[in-house]
């Protein structure tokens, strides 16, 4: 049985940083794509970052774009998102998913696995 669990959310004011981490199990992890995804409050779910089994390759999209970095360490089947210079509008609960095979991918849909995903304030 696959699982994801998320942590690390929480509260921090804007400029701030914070770091979440998703523990997988249940899957061959370095052959899966990790991503993150957020959905705010009334808002769709919405891409955030993607990274490569291997970790050789990662994707952003543009509203994180050099302030979040997604990493992952195979040896412990996690991945990670260190946010950085967060702002209000970034107020969401993350979700991490995951997909078999290479491509780094942004559609919700091409992700099998998700978590239960973890909450994220930014006060401005």
């Known amino acids: 049985q696959v699982q994801l669990v998320e942590s690390g959310g929480g509260w921090v004011q804007a400029g701030g940083s914070l770091s979440l981490s998703c523990a997988a199990s249940g899957l061959a992890f370095r052959l899966y794509t990790m991503g993150w995804f957020r959905q705010a409050p009334g808002k769709e779910r919405e891409f955030v970052a993607a990274?490569?089994?291997?970790?050789?390759?990662?994707l952003y999209a543009d509203s994180v774009k050099g302030r979040f970095t997604i990493s992952r360490d195979n040896a412990k089947n996690t991945v990670y998102l260190q946010m950085n210079s967060l702002k209000p509008e970034d107020t969401a609960i993350y979700y991490c998913?995951?997909?078999?095979?290479?491509?780094?991918?942004?559609?919700?849909?091409?992700?099998?696995?998700w978590g239960q995903g973890t909450q994220v304030t930014v006060s401005s």
């Open positions: 990274i490569s089994g291997s970790g050789g390759s990662t």
């Open positions: 998913a995951s997909r078999a095979g290479r491509s780094l991918l942004t559609a919700i849909r091409e992700y099998y696995y």
